[in-house]
């Protein structure tokens, strides 16, 4: 029964890797993959750091080194700081900024 388990659990865990490193449907190779997904923890971290950005209200999701930021911010001040964040975080190519400002 012990072994059941522990075969149950780790083929539940290999499913959840083998899914959770499947390329979109415009992405050409799980390289340009894992590339998107280093930028997009890049920009998160560094939105974590600095004192005017909510990370937590800003999500951000990259496709081929293109970041597209959505979300709220409570000044345009947050927004366009967000924005420059992004577009100074290595790997990153262009961003598409469609933070919105909470009134």
Do not use: W
């Amino acid at each position: 029964m012990k072994h059941t388990a522990v075969s149950l659990a780790l083929s539940g865990l290999l499913a959840f890797t083998a899914v959770g490193c499947a390329v979109t449907r415009d992405q050409s190779t799980v390289g340009e993959y894992v590339d998107d997904a280093t930028v997009t923890a890049r920009v998160k971290a560094r939105f974590a750091d600095d004192p005017t950005v909510s990370a937590l209200a800003i999500s951000v999701e990259t496709l081929r080194g293109t970041v597209q930021l959505s979300g709220f911010a409570k000044s345009s001040t947050e927004r366009n700081r967000a924005a420059e964040i992004a577009r100074g975080t290595p790997g990153v190519r262009t961003v598409k900024n469609d933070i919105a400002i909470r009134p």
